[in-house]
């Protein structure tokens, strides 16, 4: 989604980096920030109080963090860029340095730029202070974990993993950037927008009294349909496959609930304030051919919460149907609706809707970010963004088995997706799209 919403100031830093850095376990890096920093001569002067700043993963969501980044904080620069692949980082490159406000503060060179499978751990290694987490989400448990043990501040995409273990993963890598002082800045860009902040303020003032219920859709087209097996080149591995084509697999995306349709589901969790919920029954399957993929292209979830408040999640992905990304909300004493880019509304005694000041989201979610390092106060959106995750594997996982699940159940799965030590000629055979009432629970 690219947004035609009015621009509004950045935030901008009221202490220098190295103000910061004396408060945070990154101190160390201070000391070799000057001595690693070498510039071409340009307009732009880095010194002891800039951010150098690493992208992992390449694509055009990473290549946008990038350019938000860079927008979010004058005395910045991108450094280092990592993706499996170089054609990749080339381009990543290549768009950013043809933005004319940018190109001076886009300092990658040969030495850094990385490819391959453990390009990730390059760019962490590379003397950056800031990490962006892009690649696709099977591997984000991994860079996560490998980020905060190196003591990097970051912004990382959702979702935040694609199982339950990796999710695991990403609550231990949250609590050890928390005891850091690390920033860790969550993709989940609504929650940045200014009119659905003030919406969801009110709902949890209770403007329309307890919420009883939630529908959430996310009706859309495809994304990156999967190509036929005999395009695939003569001598490409069973990895090298699926990653070019990462958002038709699971273990890779998540399936199109858990990698698109988060944003509602986060939503979901961000009406409940917080509530987590206790069971999840799904439905889905596949109905147009997907080649060799193996996600669904529609799965509809039913969550039931603790007080009997339910929420309904609708995803599908099919050409050619009815499209909405709304939410509407049923309260003991009104209604709230967030359809697609339109104001937000409340229905109730007191009746409001949305005038404020519109803003970029995605530019919020960075601007936020680096005035969080700056001030000492780092952000960490970790463990609501860890939930959100889970609840969305948690509406797939009952929609693939065609049992209810227990948010006990989920949170202690066993179903690993993403294996360990991937390179790239293992064997890895595709999984079969996935049967309900014959697909286990693990």
């Known amino acids: 989604m690219n947004p035609d919403l009015n621009s509004h100031t950045p935030l901008r830093p ?4 190295r103000e910061f850095l004396k408060t945070s376990t990154t101190a160390t890096l201070g000391g070799v920030l000057a001595a690693n920093l070498v ?26 963090a990038a350019s938000q980044a860079l927008k979010a904080d004058p005395n910045t620069v991108l450094t280092s860029v990592g993706d499996a692949f ?3 980082c080339q381009r990543a ?12 503060r886009v300092q990658v060179t040969p030495e850094t730029t990385f490819s391959g499978l453990n390009a990730y751990q390059k760019v962490i290694d590379s003397g950056v202070d ?51 002082k690390l920033a860790l800045v969550a993709g989940f860009c609504w929650r940045y927008d200014f009119a659905r902040r003030e919406f969801f303020k009110r709902v949890h003032d209770g403007q329309m009294g307890e919420i009883r219920a939630v529908y959430a859709t996310y ?45 509602s589901v986060d939503k979901i969790a961000w009406a409940m304030n917080g509530a987590l919920p206790i069971k999840a029954v799904g439905n889905g399957g596949r109905q147009i051919p997907n080649n060799e993929g193996n996600i669904y292209d529609h799965i509809d979830v039913f969550y039931e919460y603790e007080n009997g408040a339910r929420a309904f999640m609708a995803q599908r992905q099919i050409s050619g149907c009815h499209s909405d990304n709304s939410d509407y909300l049923m309260g003991a004493l009104g209604t709230g609706t967030i359809r697609g880019w339109d ?46 995750t889970l609840m969305a594997i948690m509406g797939r996982t009952a929609a693939y088995t065609g049992q209810e699940i227990t948010w006990e ?25 996935p049967m309900p009432g014959r697909s286990k629970f693990v």
Not at 14 to 17: E, G, H, T
Not at 39 to 64: E, H, S
Not at 410 to 427: A, C, F, G, H, R
């Open 130 to 180: 800031v990490v962006l987490l892009a690649a696709p989400p099977g591997f984000r448990p991994e860079h996560l974990r490998a980020s905060v043990a190196a003591n990097k501040h970051i912004f990382c995409e959702k979702p935040m993993g694609t199982d339950a273990p990796g999710v695991r993963s990403v609550l231990e890598s949250v609590a050890s950037a928390k005891a850091k």
């Open 343 to 388: 104001a937000p509304i409340i229905r109730a005694k007191e009746a409001w809707k949305y005038r404020g000041d519109k803003n970029d989201m995605y530019q919020t979610e960075h601007d936020e970010l680096f005035a969080s390092i700056r001030k000492g106060e780092p952000i960490n959106d970790g463990v609501w963004m860890a939930h959100s």
């Open 39 to 64: 510039f071409p001569q340009r307009g732009f002067a880095a010194n002891a109080d800039t951010l150098k700043i690493g992208l992992i993963g390449c694509g055009g969501r990473g290549t946008g």
């Open 219 to 263: 009706l859309t087209s495809p994304v990156k349909p999967m190509p036929a097996a005999n395009t695939r080149p003569a001598g490409m591995t069973d990895v090298e496959w699926q990653l070019r084509n990462w958002y038709n697999f699971t273990w890779l995306s998540g399936d199109g609930l858990v990698e698109q349709a988060c944003h």
């Open 409 to 433: 159940q989920i949170m202690n799965s066993q179903e690993k997706l993403v294996p360990d030590n991937i390179t790239w000629d293992m064997s890895f055979p595709i999984t079969p799209l």
């Open 86 to 88: 170089p054609e990749a």
């Open 14 to 17: 009221s202490s220098s980096r």
């Open 93 to 104: 490159v290549r768009a950013l340095t043809n933005d004319s406000t940018l190109k001076e």
